[in-house]
């Protein structure tokens, strides 16, 4: 593929909710998992993450730490990470030695995405925090979980002293995955990389309000630490009509509380008992997802106007597709489109 202009390296990662395909139990589906991020290992991906959902029949990924361990150890070169911990259900020092001890089984390979949201129903969350650990606020939590596994904890901290054990050679590298403008400012004022997830907030301008936010109020002295990513629904496929076929097949599902809060649910029935479990009133809204969708070259261009538009570094791929066949294959012809464009890395436009 040819560009015009100064060249930009872009980097592909995969995000994967580890879903049930038709109907399959949690065992196949793991399965799965593991060989899309062992075949992902040996294509152009820098990263596999895995989500954090609780009380669902559609995806299986209740605890990404455990899931992580097993992929690092089918894996040997790609990142394994988190997309992400809920952290709002947690103590920052636990989360702290569960990944110190993943970084410790494979130094330099790990990754821990926070994110900000219950990651299910209102049922799963009291079981969770058990009426407790939800009473901090989450930036506080997320600036004790960084200070835990940098070990510099401040000396007017009432647990000064306390370190996360064990101490990896190379901590896990702390990632802020968010769908709001609001998450987009907490992620430049703790100078954190961050991930926007279009495809859980299909609201694109929204997606562009956060990025601009993101890279307007980061500090410029800590430029090192910034990296702006765009988490995307993509359907690749050998035509445009089969990958326009399989996007349209693919929608988000949106409830709004009378309080003004709103989520995305895997499912109709998931939308409505997280409705009736609120205890508010509710709206149920069904949208077409804003799939990047096409044959190879065309996806992969999509991908990269998306990230000259938005000034990122790097995309992560959601491919949610109900036929694992398909979804796989999706990932390999973009895997194949960006190796056959790759010039040192894969690269872009930057005007």
Do not use: C
């Amino acid at each position: 593929m040819t560009a015009r202009g100064r060249q930009r390296k872009l980097t592909l990662s995969i995000l994967d909710q580890s879903p049930s395909h038709q109907g399959e139990d949690a065992a196949r589906s793991f399965q799965r998992t593991i060989e899309l991020a062992t075949k992902a290992d040996s294509w152009v991906y820098h990263r596999y993450w895995v989500a954090e959902h609780h009380s669902s029949d559609r995806v299986m990924g209740s605890s990404p730490e455990v899931l992580i361990s097993h992929l690092l150890a089918k894996t040997n070169r790609i990142r394994v990470g988190s997309g992400g911990v809920m952290l709002q259900h947690y103590s920052p020092y636990k989360v702290a030695e569960n990944f110190n001890v993943l970084a410790s089984l494979a130094p330099g390979r790990v990754d821990l995405g926070i994110g900000r949201g219950p990651g299910g129903l209102p049922q799963s969350t009291m079981a969770l925090q058990q009426a407790v650990a939800g009473e901090r606020d989450i930036g506080g939590k997320i600036l004790e979980l960084r200070e835990f596994l940098q070990g510099e904890l401040p000396e007017n901290h009432p647990l000064h002293g306390l370190m996360a054990s064990p101490k990896p050679p190379e901590t896990a590298d702390i990632f802020l995955l968010g769908t709001s403008a609001s998450s987009a400012e907490m992620a430049a004022e703790f100078s954190l990389p961050y991930v926007f997830a279009l495809f859980l907030n299909s609201e694109q301008g929204v997606m562009t309000q956060a990025m601009e936010n993101y890279h307007i109020r980061f500090d410029p002295a800590k430029i090192e630490q910034k990296r702006a990513m765009l988490a995307l629904p993509v359907v690749v496929a050998d035509t445009d009509d089969e990958a326009a076929e399989l996007a349209a097949k693919i929608k988000v599902i949106r409830i709004s509380l009378e309080s003004g809060r709103t989520l995305t649910t895997a499912t109709l029935q998931a939308a409505e008992n997280f409705g009736q479990q609120s205890g508010e009133k509710f709206e149920i809204n069904v949208f077409d997802a804003p799939v990047v969708h096409g044959s190879p070259e065309i996806a992969l261009q999509r991908l990269l106007d998306a990230q000259r538009l938005h000034n990122v570094d790097e995309i992560m791929v959601v491919t949610a597709v109900n036929d694992f066949s398909k979804r796989l294959r999706s990932y390999e012809l973009l895997s194949k489109a960006a190796t056959e464009a790759n010039i040192g890395g894969i690269t872009g436009r930057s005007e």
